[in-house]
């Protein structure tokens, strides 16, 4: 008996072994051949769970799961991968529910509380989301995950400098980290800040396409073009950084380029006029509604509150959604429903002309249904801005496709007059032929 134990647990060291070697063929077939042997040995279910989830097998990891959870109700590991799981499902209330259980278990089990985090991002809960990431740094300040999402989501939220700080202090922890030295550079407010911080990537890593794209196209910004053309006659050159560079530099008047998402707002707003109420089509949890709000006296806002209504892409169908929550916020009205439901409603009336309508919907399909609708509140003084226009995988298909078909419909020409590589986003003015 004694003998059978010991042989189990010198093959749970070496399937172990071989999974941290990312052998994994090997540590699964060893996993299955210990529980074969040992039906209730929980961390050989566990592990194999995990392996099970990386190969997207999610029946089988959920399985696993919760075979360990039915032997021990209080296994807060089975918990925190059983989230994993859901949270890749998009069953984020599942996932949520998970995380709170495993973290309730065991409190200085940090994993759970730092994957509600990411979760509770995901679901727009932003406040809750950047408590979940100050409990796990304050519990271990050198949590770099948490340091780099807590600083993405006050970027998100307008509270740069704050997000800088973070930046930096996960810098401190590790100088080369290529992911918070990318993020950083968002929040860059000058053209030699961004550059330097990219070259400093490149230096780190050779390889990394999207530093090699974003230098050829700042330098190209700025009157050098022999990177530019070098990747032009390469194979990044069908990159969608690349695609979307190549784009601007096609455009007979270049607009003006901001590094950050607030700073690209407000370049567009000192151009509007702010007498005028703003529209917006895809609010979500009002996080930019809220920002605009601030230059404007009237705001309508237009979303089911739902999420997605079809799959976007990767993106499937109910993500972003609010879960039917409409923000409540001084001076916006918001317009509950499917746009092409809600729209024809909304504009059978007659509506003020638009000062600046913010296109944040992603979809092909609701963007031409949002732009088509609301044709009569557009004229020559109204800025347009797309929220999703460039550097996607199929940027062409989506923001880009419905302004260029509507434009072509309606018999307009349309100006860009700045955009943000950053956050994706386009500012226009449209004029007739």
């Not at 407000?266 to 703003?278: E, H, M, N, T, W």
């Not at 000062?355 to 992603?362: G, K, R």
Request: aromatic share 14%; with cysteine.
């Amino acid at each position: 008996m004694n003998k059978t134990r010991l042989n189990i647990n010198e093959a749970f060291k070496l399937a172990t072994n071989f999974h941290i070697k990312n052998q994994i063929n090997n540590a699964k077939n060893l996993y299955i051949q210990i529980l074969k042997i040992k039906p209730d040995y929980i961390d050989a279910m566990n592990n194999l769970g995990e392996l099970y989830r990386h190969q997207g097998q999610f029946d089988k990891a959920i399985d696993l799961f919760k075979k360990v959870l039915n032997i021990n109700s209080n296994n807060a590991i089975a918990y925190n991968n059983l989230g994993l799981v859901y949270k890749e499902q998009n069953k984020l209330l599942d996932a949520r529910s998970c995380f709170e259980k495993a973290y309730k278990i065991n409190s200085d089990y940090i994993l759970p509380l730092y994957n509600m985090g990411i979760v509770l991002k995901l679901i727009g809960d932003y406040k809750k989301s950047k408590e979940c990431y100050l409990s796990v740094i304050k519990k271990n300040p050198n949590h770099l995950a948490s340091i780099n999402n807590l600083a993405i989501l006050l970027d998100e939220l307008g509270e740069f400098s704050l997000a800088k700080n973070y930046y930096e202090k996960g810098l401190k922890i590790d100088p080369n980290n290529l992911s918070i030295l990318w993020n950083l550079h968002i929040l860059a407010e000058d053209f030699d800040e961004a550059l330097s911080l990219i070259k400093k990537i490149h230096k780190i890593d050779k390889n990394h396409n999207k530093a090699k794209i974003m230098i050829s196209a700042l330098e190209s910004f700025n009157g050098s073009f022999d990177k530019f053309n070098n990747i032009a006659n390469s194979k990044l050159a069908d990159h969608p950084y690349f695609r979307s560079i190549k784009w601007i530099m096609s455009l007979q008047k270049k607009p003006k380029i901001f590094f950050n998402r607030l700073d690209f707002f407000d370049g567009v707003i000192k151009l509007a006029d702010k007498s005028r109420p703003f529209y917006e089509f895809g609010v979500w949890n009002g996080a930019s509604f809220k920002y605009l709000i601030n230059s404007f006296k009237k705001g309508y806002g237009f979303d089911t509150f739902t999420g997605l209504p079809e799959t976007w892409h990767n993106e499937p169908k109910g993500n972003y959604s609010n879960f039917g929550a409409v923000p409540k916020i001084d001076g916006g009205e918001f317009i509950v429903g499917k746009f092409e439901d809600s729209l024809p409603k909304f504009f059978s009336k007659n509506r003020p002309l638009a000062s600046l309508i913010n296109f944040d919907a992603d979809l092909y399909s609701s963007t031409i249904c949002a732009i088509s609708n609301s044709k009569n509140i557009i004229d020559q003084n109204t800025i347009l801005i797309f929220d999703e226009f460039i550097m996607n995988e199929n940027w062409e298909q989506d923001e880009f496709k419905a302004l260029n078909e509507f434009c072509q419909n309606e018999n307009y020409n349309y100006e860009v007059l700045a955009f943000c590589l950053a956050s994706k986003q386009v500012g226009v003015k449209l004029s007739k032929n």
